[in-house]
C-alpha cells in the first residue's frame, strides 16, 4: 500500500477536490489511503457502516439482492462521489450491498468522524448534499430504465458509466458480472455485446472491452446516460456519467 504524508494526500476523488483547501486540511488527520481488492464488500446490507470511501479510479456497485438471491445494481459510484452516504442521512446501516466492481485506491474516513464533520456545516454539507440528490437521479433514473429501455441501450449506458469513471476506454468485466449488476440472463449480454461488437462500437475479448466507437456508443446508449451525467455536471460541476 503507498504511504502518504497527511500533508501530501492524493485528492484524486473529485468531492474531496472540489472542497476548499481549508476544508480539505481539517480532514486530512483522519483520512487514510486504502486499496479496495476486486469484489471487496465495503458494506453488507443491515450491517452498520464503519468508513466511508472516496473512490479513486475504483469502482463500486450499489447491489440489491432479492429473497431468492438475484442481484441487480441500483447505483454506480466512481471519483466523483462517495460510499456510505446513508451516514449522513441519519442513517448507520443500508439495504445495498457495496462491492468493489474495478480495483484501485480509495480515502476512508470513520463514518463516526465523517458524521461529525458534515454535521458542521458549510462547503462539505453542501457539496454532500448535491452529491446526493445526484445519486437520487442516477438510482431512480436506472429504475425507469431497466424498466422501459432494450439491453443494448442498458449496456451502452453501463459501458459509458464505467468508461467515465475509470478515464479509460478499455477495462476488464465478465459477462456474467455485467449480467448480475444489469439484472439480466447472461446469454442476454452475450446477445447485446455481439450487437455492439458488430456494429463496431465495442470489442470484446476474453473478458476485456474496449469501447471503439464512443459516438455511436453514446448514440446507441438510452437518454438515461445523458440524463445523469447532465444532472451531476449541474449539481457538482465535474464530469460523470
Known sequence: MPKFKKSNL????????ALPDAEYQRLVADLEFVELSLKKVLHNSGEPITHVYFPHH???????????????????????GMVGLPIILGSETTTTNSIVQVADG??????????????????????LLRYTQGLFTQITQTAACNSHHAIE?????WLLMVSDRMESDTFSLTQEFIAEMLGVRRSGVTV???????????????GE??????????ATSCECY????????????????
Open 192 to 206: 447485446a455485446a455481439g450487437t455492439l461488437s458488430q456494429a463496431g462500437m465495442i470489442r470484446y475479448s476474453r
Open 209 to 218: 472491452i474496449k469501447i471503439q466507437n464512443r459516438e455511436s456508443l453514446e
Open 106 to 127: 480509495a480515502m476512508r474516513m470513520k463514518a463516526s468522524q465523517f458524521k461529525a464533520e458534515f454535521d458542521r456545516g458549510g462547503p462539505l454539507q453542501s457539496l
Open 226 to 241: 445523458s440524463v445523469v451525467k447532465n444532472e451531476f455536471n449541474r449539481l457538482l460541476s465535474i464530469a460523470c456519467g
Open 10 to 17: 492524493p485528492r484524486e476523488n473529485r468531492l474531496l477536490a
Open 58 to 80: 475504483a469502482i463500486v456497485s450499489l447491489v440489491y439482492t432479492l429473497e431468492d438471491g438475484s442481484t441487480s445494481e441500483v447505483g454506480l459510484v466512481g471519483k466523483e
Open 153 to 157: 441501450e442498458r449496456f451502452a449506458r
